[in-house]
């Protein structure tokens, strides 16, 4: 979906999230609402992935025709469009009182949070601005969160964009990579101890040597634990760099 130019017509995926259009008039009569084959969407990609989330298993899964679908989507971009911006949810409020640290903290978990409740909203590429109501009220409490800052506008919607795509791809990473596949790492090391030519790979071999690779010892059957681990790790560096530029904001260099 393109952006929109100052008076064109707003897209209808846009319309129909806001509730500035009504539904569509092909197909037979109504007996669905657009939430409910939104909620219908989002059942059928969360337990059979985003490759599976078609019109036709949509409508299966209502028990409705494909054709009536038309009724309230055009076609399955916007009935994604529309579901992910459903699934992602409202965010939730932030600290009372805290500084701005602790609240875009609690705003950049509560984001990873929510995409970790639904894998397939890590799989859909992003192909628009956030035009639709949660997206925004998302974009809206993360730039909230540096309000008392001397960030300008334009920096604060560069950190807010910077930490959501960190949330995104870490929360991607993590479900590719797989609890399976994180356990097996534990013998990351030995092998690659076998595998490398010291004189070739001497950094990588540091970086084994030094424990890099090395389990951390929490409870491989607590999931949360290493991906959560990981997202924070990156989480506090990024906040201690935008640290660093609100300091030079507030000392106007």
């Given at each position: 979906m393109?952006?929109?130019?100052?008076g064109d017509p707003l897209?209808?995926?846009?319309?129909?999230?806001?509730?500035l259009s009504d539904t569509g008039t092909r197909?037979?009569?109504?007996?669905?609402?657009?939430?409910?084959?939104?909620?219908?969407?989002?059942?059928?990609?969360?337990?059979?992935?985003?490759?599976?989330?078609s019109m036709s298993r949509v409508a299966k899964q209502l028990?409705?025709?494909?054709?009536?679908?038309?009724?309230?989507?055009?076609?399955?971009?916007?009935?994604?469009?529309?579901?992910?911006?459903?699934?992602?949810?409202?965010?939730?409020?932030l600290p009372?009182?805290?500084?701005?640290?602790?609240r875009l903290e609690a705003w950049a978990m509560a984001e990873y949070r929510s995409l970790r409740a639904h894998k397939w909203l890590t799989q859909y590429p992003i192909r628009t601005a956030p035009y639709y109501p949660n997206n925004l009220?998302?974009?809206?409490?993360?730039?909230g969160?540096?309000?008392?800052?001397?960030?300008?506008?334009?920096?604060?919607?560069?950190?807010?964009t910077m930490i959501s795509l960190y949330a995104i791809g870490r929360a991607r990473f993590s479900w590719e990579l797989g609890t399976d596949v994180a356990d097996d790492l534990s013998d990351t090391p030995a092998m690659l101890r076998r595998i490398l030519d010291p004189e070739k790979y001497p950094s990588v071999l540091a970086a084994v040597e030094g424990g890099a690779f090395d389990p951390d010892g929490s409870d491989a059957d607590d999931e949360a634990v290493w991906h959560e681990q990981d997202f924070r790790f990156g989480l506090e560096r990024l906040l201690d760099g935008i640290d660093v530029l609100i300091r030079r904001a507030e000392d106007g260099s």
């Open positions: 393109s952006s929109p130019e100052p897209p209808q995926s846009v319309q129909l999230a806001w509730g197909g037979p009569r109504r007996g669905l609402t657009l939430e409910q084959v939104l909620d219908a969407a989002i059942e059928v990609a969360g337990a059979e992935g985003l490759e599976a989330l028990g409705f025709t494909t054709m009536s679908l038309y009724r309230y989507v055009s076609n399955k971009d916007q009935l994604v469009e529309l579901a992910w911006d459903r699934a992602i949810g409202s965010p939730p409020e009372a009182g805290g500084d701005w640290r602790e009220l998302w974009l809206d409490a993360g730039l969160a540096l309000s008392a800052t001397p960030l300008d506008e334009p920096a604060k919607v560069q950190v807010v």
